[in-house]
């Protein structure tokens, strides 16, 4: 009986459901085996040989599988068909040749499906192959090139730059997109400029919108009417004369559909249409595609299979009538240049299901293979077919001319099941227009000059940053997301409104490295390095040829700055971010004069935290402000006076907070009181831009006394803490749900309150009430989501682990929780023995089952220093 090995349970489970009982399929859990992270893992000094290490929790996983090969001496290696997925039966391979289960007479063999389908699972059982080796060579190199980079640029940056966490090869230069942009933003000066439109009217008194265009028979351009004085003249010089209509062209248009998704196009779709994060929607697609819903979610390729086309086609038909057919099928082609990139697109594997046929539960996974299957559809769709109308309105004279345009649909197309988002753009041409005749009158109903300005470039989304990293040829499909997700994770960027911003410790780390790395944070240099990895993944490169030359001048630069001190390198950023750093004064003051004593000149410096801007006769003057600029969100700021207090709003090591007065000889550390924050952001009339004088003072108030406790007299106290709101009656302290009520809690609440703490504290306590109840664990005992100190949690016998910053409880299913459980076992070395109820059942259908531990696919470990 063949042992079958993929990555996750449930892929495994689908799989072993189209083979059935001859086959065993068990699970890896992803990579197997990894590069230990310290020095010498990729020995620079001997060929670039690399050090692996199995996982302690992944040891059991292969012994899994080696038991299995004891009695089944026939290894298929079905994981992913992309390079990890090459890489990780490699691993595999390697791994169990090691403990010496592969043996001389052990027959193993690859097979890739790219859709978990009965028909895709079986064809590829039937055309089995040897390992790829110019795919692992690929990984190979990269696993180095960001081992490499992630081991020997880091440390220097902890060194040089405190509060600093890491650098990466493809994360520094994603990063340092955010932080150019944010510089252009900040350096970008509006310019004012004037259009006037009118509102007009047919004879038939139909009313329709047209703006100027002609004035003084000049045709005007953007800026030329540059103030509202000569938009007024302007909107005089319509008002003025009689206009009629001079011409009226209508041309036919047309519109064809999008080609189909690859991973980059379905991660900015994801992201405009439901505001998902890449990492959000590549953990969905995944789900979709283990259980046999989409095909391989990890791809360049747009190109169809023909079957998959036909398939289409007939969906059409049966939907929406033949006349949404075209007459032959569109053929889509990129331009693919290795085997990862030869995938086929991303599509359902069955097109007469649409989202609801399939009853998905899961709302990520609804949202995503409704749009899926959508777009899909629409890419074998007749194009939609427009009338775009062009008007002309002129005064006798010629010496004013308006336009008015717009479009009529008159067939809708792939349009009636789709459209593509768009970044930022407004179309103006989509108006209709009403019936106008060449000739007749416009009568004016309205005239408005508008005045404008432009506008700086937007900050990123993650899909606009997706597809800016794809013109620049940075990254590949698999590494998108986890780029993305590290540069938050690290806190060098933060997400608000789905806009990417980024943190001082981001600009630092990037000016640093532009300063003293430039060729490593180049684009065009990061994008020849994909090629070269490209050419290696197609059999066309020498995986150790590249190391060496990229190790060679990267073990230079590193050695340089490491000579470098603190002070030299702070100096290089101080002069390099000076136009950001000290913008001219409106009264033409030295702008790097401290506003606060007048006599210290700024500096920038850094903390744990990032960088600021401090006064140079610190700790006479405690001056200090972030590398924004002067009006920069969290810039220190008196709030009030309170008696002979000035209150103050500053920012520190650990967020915003108030502080009674300045530092004295007499009083080093003034009264402070931090924002009180709750799992939503700041508490209600305390964010930065809300909080006034009279809220500091009651934040610098508290602990607040309640009252004297009934049964011993000692004062009860509410106030905020580390941990959040809570009362207080001698040692024993019990949390309060909202902030609010440390203001308003009476005696009588404040009892109850601390006796249910107490009664828990004493051995009294009653099981909580999970907030969503998800079902057993394959291995036993009920898998619930608990609301907790920290927010809510997965709770499975003694592990809890915290849901994802922004997931809501009752976004998360079963099969989301087991995830969650298995990766927080991993990190914390847990190792759980099967329930003993389960026991007999587990011996008895080992060789028919998945693995024993569930837990969806795991990303290549050490992924910060990888991306």
């Given at each position: 009986?063949?042992?079958?090995?993929?990555?996750?349970?449930?892929?495994?489970?689908?799989?072993?459901?189209?083979?059935?009982?001859?086959?065993?399929?068990?699970?890896?859990?992803?990579?197997?085996?990894?590069?230990?992270?310290?020095?010498?893992?990729?020995?620079?000094?001997?060929?670039?040989?690399?050090?692996?290490?199995?996982?302690?929790?992944?040891?059991?996983?292969?012994?899994?599988?080696?038991?299995?090969?004891?009695?089944?001496?026939?290894?298929?290696?079905?994981?992913?068909?992309?390079?990890?997925?090459?890489?990780?039966?490699?691993?595999?391979?390697?791994?169990?040749?090691?403990?010496?289960?592969?043996?001389?007479?052990?027959?193993?063999?690859?097979?890739?499906?790219?859709?978990?389908?009965?028909?895709?699972?079986?064809?590829?059982?039937?055309?089995?192959?040897?390992?790829?080796?110019?795919?692992?060579?690929?990984?190979?190199?990269?696993?180095?090139?960001?081992?490499?980079?992630?081991?020997?640029?880091?440390?220097?940056?902890?060194?040089?730059?405190?509060?600093?966490?890491?650098?990466?090869?493809?994360?520094?230069?994603?990063?340092?997109?955010?932080?150019?942009?944010?510089?252009?933003?900040?350096?970008?000066?509006?310019?004012?400029?004037?259009?006037?439109?009118?509102?007009?009217?047919?004879?038939?008194?139909?009313?329709?919108?047209?703006?100027?265009?002609?004035?003084?028979?000049?045709?005007?351009?953007?800026?030329?009417?540059?103030?509202?004085?000569?938009?007024?003249?302007?909107?005089?010089?319509?008002?003025?004369?009689?206009?009629?209509?001079?011409?009226?062209?209508?041309?036919?248009?047309?519109?064809?559909?999008?080609?189909?998704?690859?991973?980059?196009?379905?991660?900015?779709?994801?992201?405009?249409?439901?505001?998902?994060?890449?990492?959000?929607?590549?953990?969905?697609?995944?789900?979709?595609?283990?259980?046999?819903?989409?095909?391989?979610?990890?791809?360049?390729?747009?190109?169809?299979?023909?079957?998959?086309?036909?398939?289409?086609?007939?969906?059409?038909?049966?939907?929406?009538?033949?006349?949404?057919?075209?007459?032959?099928?569109?053929?889509?082609?990129?331009?693919?240049?290795?085997?990862?990139?030869?995938?086929?697109?991303?599509?359902?594997?069955?097109?007469?299901?649409?989202?609801?046929?399939?009853?998905?539960?899961?709302?990520?996974?609804?949202?995503?293979?409704?749009?899926?299957?959508?777009?899909?559809?629409?890419?074998?769709?007749?194009?939609?077919?427009?009338?775009?109308?062009?008007?002309?309105?002129?005064?006798?004279?010629?010496?004013?001319?308006?336009?008015?345009?717009g479009q009529v649909v008159l067939f809708d197309g792939f349009m009636r099941v789709y459209e593509e988002g768009r970044d930022d753009v407004v179309d103006e041409d989509d108006k209709r227009l009403p019936q106008i005749m060449e000739g007749e009158k416009a009568d004016k109903r309205g005239i408005s000059p508008e005045q404008h300005f432009t506008q700086p470039p937007p900050r990123y989304t993650e899909a606009t940053l997706v597809k800016k990293m794809e013109e620049l040829g940075i990254g590949r499909p698999s590494t998108y997301a986890s780029v993305l997700s590290t540069i938050q994770d690290r806190e060098y960027v933060r997400k608000d409104k789905n806009r990417l911003f980024p943190e001082d410790k981001?600009?630092?780390?990037?000016?640093?490295?532009?300063?003293?790395?430039?060729?490593?944070?180049?684009?065009?240099?990061?994008?020849?390095?994909?090629?070269?990895?490209?050419?290696?993944?197609?059999?066309?490169?020498?995986?150790?040829?590249?190391?060496?030359?990229?190790?060679?001048?990267?073990?230079?630069?590193?050695?340089?700055?490491?000579?470098?001190?603190?002070?030299?390198?702070?100096?290089?950023?101080?002069?390099?971010?000076?136009?950001?750093?000290?913008?001219?004064?409106?009264?033409?003051?030295?702008?790097?004069?401290?506003?606060?004593?007048?006599?210290?000149?700024?500096?920038?410096?850094?903390?744990?935290?990032?960088?600021?801007?401090?006064?140079?006769?610190?700790?006479?003057?405690?001056?200090?402000?972030?590398?924004?600029?002067?009006?920069?969100?969290?810039?220190?700021?008196?709030?009030?006076?309170?008696?002979?207090?000035?209150?103050?709003?500053?920012?520190?090591?650990?967020?915003?907070?108030?502080?009674?007065?300045?530092?004295?000889?007499?009083?080093?550390?003034?009264?402070?009181?931090?924002?009180?924050?709750?799992?939503?952001?700041?508490?209600?009339?305390?964010?930065?831009?809300?909080?006034?004088?009279?809220?500091?003072?009651?934040?610098?108030?508290?602990?607040?006394?309640?009252?004297?406790?009934?049964?011993?007299?000692?004062?009860?106290?509410?106030?905020?803490?580390?941990?959040?709101?809570?009362?207080?009656?001698?040692?024993?302290?019990?949390?309060?749900?909202?902030?609010?009520?440390?203001?308003?809690?009476?005696?009588?609440?404040?009892?109850?309150?601390?006796?249910?703490?107490?009664?828990?504290?004493?051995?009294?306590?009653?099981?909580?009430?999970?907030?969503?109840?998800?079902?057993?664990?394959?291995?036993?005992?009920?898998?619930?989501?608990?609301?907790?100190?920290?927010?809510?949690?997965?709770?499975?016998?003694?592990?809890?682990?915290?849901?994802?910053?922004?997931?809501?409880?009752?976004?998360?299913?079963?099969?989301?929780?087991?995830?969650?459980?298995?990766?927080?076992?991993?990190?914390?070395?847990?190792?759980?023995?099967?329930?003993?109820?389960?026991?007999?059942?587990?011996?008895?259908?080992?060789?028919?089952?998945?693995?024993?531990?569930?837990?969806?696919?795991?990303?290549?470990?050490?992924?910060?220093?990888?991306?």
């Amino acid at each position: 009986m063949p042992v079958v090995v993929v990555e996750s349970p449930a892929k495994a489970k689908t799989i072993n459901k189209y083979l059935g009982p001859d086959y065993t399929v068990l699970a890896s859990y992803g990579h197997v085996r990894d590069l230990p992270p310290k020095d010498g893992s990729v020995d620079t000094e001997h060929d670039f040989e690399m050090t692996w290490e199995v996982g302690n929790d992944s040891k059991k996983h292969v012994k899994a599988i080696a038991d299995a090969l004891a009695d089944d001496n026939a290894l298929i290696l079905a994981t992913d068909p992309d390079r990890e997925g090459e890489a990780i039966s490699w691993h595999l391979k390697e791994a169990l040749t090691k403990r010496r289960s592969i043996k001389k007479d052990t027959q193993v063999s690859r097979v890739t499906f790219n859709a978990i389908t009965k028909q895709a699972v079986t064809e590829a059982m039937q055309n089995p192959r040897d390992i790829d080796a110019p795919l692992v060579e690929a990984y190979l190199a990269r696993r180095a090139l960001d081992y490499l980079v992630g081991f020997n640029l880091s440390p220097v940056l902890w060194r040089k730059l405190p509060g600093a966490r890491s650098a990466g090869r493809v994360q520094s230069v994603c990063l340092r997109l955010i932080v150019e942009r944010e510089m252009e933003i900040e350096a970008f000066k509006a310019r004012e400029y004037w259009s006037v439109k009118a509102t007009l009217a047919t004879p038939r008194g139909q009313e329709y919108e047209a703006r100027l265009t002609t004035l003084s028979g000049k045709k005007l351009d953007k800026y030329d009417l540059e103030n509202q004085t000569q938009a007024e003249m302007a909107a005089q010089a319509i008002n003025s004369r009689d206009l009629k209509i001079s011409s009226v062209e209508a041309k036919p248009a047309s519109r064809n559909p999008s080609a189909p998704f690859m991973t980059s196009t379905l991660q900015q779709e994801a992201s405009r249409k439901f505001g998902m994060g890449a990492k959000q929607c590549m953990s969905a697609a995944q789900r979709l595609y283990e259980a046999g819903y989409i095909t391989y979610m990890r791809t360049d390729g747009i190109d169809m299979a023909p079957e998959a086309v036909q398939a289409a086609r007939d969906a059409i038909e049966d939907r929406f009538g033949a006349e949404y057919v075209p007459g032959s099928p569109r053929i889509y082609k990129n331009k693919a240049k290795n085997a990862q990139e030869a995938h086929e697109c991303i599509r359902p594997t069955d097109m007469t299901k649409d989202a609801e046929a399939l009853k998905l539960k899961d709302s990520d996974q609804f949202k995503l293979y409704d749009l899926i299957w959508k777009r899909t559809l629409a890419c074998q769709m007749e194009g939609a077919r427009l009338e775009r109308t062009t008007v002309d309105i002129s005064s006798d004279d010629g010496e004013v001319v308006l336009r008015a345009t717009g479009q009529v649909v008159l067939f809708d197309g792939f349009m009636r099941v789709y459209e593509e988002g768009r970044d930022d753009v407004v179309d103006e041409d989509d108006k209709r227009l009403p019936q106008i005749m060449e000739g007749e009158k416009a009568d004016k109903r309205g005239i408005s000059p508008e005045q404008h300005f432009t506008q700086p470039p937007p900050r990123y989304t993650e899909a606009t940053l997706v597809k800016k990293m794809e013109e620049l040829g940075i990254g590949r499909p698999s590494t998108y997301a986890s780029v993305l997700s590290t540069i938050q994770d690290r806190e060098y960027v933060r997400k608000d409104k789905n806009r990417l911003f980024p943190e001082d410790k981001g600009r630092i780390v990037t000016i640093f490295l532009l300063n003293f790395f430039k060729r490593y944070v180049e684009y065009d240099f990061t994008a020849a390095l994909e090629e070269e990895l490209d050419d290696v993944s197609a059999g066309d490169g020498n995986y150790k040829e590249l190391l060496s030359k990229f190790w060679r001048d990267f073990s230079a630069a590193i050695s340089e700055t490491s000579e470098l001190r603190i002070s030299e390198v702070l100096d290089v950023l101080d002069d390099a971010l000076a136009p950001q750093l000290y913008p001219p004064r409106e009264d033409g003051s030295d702008p790097r004069i401290c506003p606060k004593c007048g006599e210290g000149r700024l500096h920038l410096k850094t903390s744990r935290t990032g960088g600021f801007v401090g006064c140079g006769n610190y700790p006479e003057c405690t001056y200090t402000r972030p590398i924004a600029g002067e009006g920069a969100e969290g810039d220190e700021r008196v709030l009030g006076v309170d008696g002979d207090d000035e209150i103050w709003l500053k920012t520190g090591r650990f967020g915003p907070y108030v502080q009674r007065g300045e530092p004295t000889p007499e009083n080093k550390k003034p009264p402070r009181a931090s924002l009180p924050k709750t799992r939503g952001g700041f508490a209600a009339g305390f964010a930065p831009d809300e909080i006034t004088l009279e809220g500091a003072l009651t934040l610098l108030s508290l602990p607040r006394e309640v009252g004297a406790h009934p049964e011993d007299g000692v004062m009860i106290e509410a106030g905020i803490g580390r941990y959040g709101p809570f009362v207080k009656h001698g040692s024993l302290y019990a949390n309060l749900p909202e902030v609010a009520e440390v203001f308003e809690i009476g005696i009588n609440r404040a009892v109850d309150v601390l006796a249910e703490k107490a009664a828990k504290r004493g051995g009294g306590r009653a099981a909580a009430t999970p907030l969503k109840e998800l079902g057993e664990h394959p291995e036993g005992g009920a898998i619930n989501i608990m609301d907790g100190r920290y927010g809510p949690y997965v709770k499975w016998e003694k592990i809890n682990a915290t849901l994802p910053k922004g997931t809501e409880p009752a976004d998360v299913n079963l099969d989301m929780a087991l995830e969650l459980i298995a990766e927080k076992a991993a990190k914390s070395g847990k190792k759980k023995a099967p329930a003993k109820k389960k026991a007999a059942t587990k011996k008895t259908t080992a060789k028919k089952t998945t693995a024993k531990k569930p837990a969806a696919k795991k990303t290549t470990k050490k992924a910060a220093a990888e991306e």
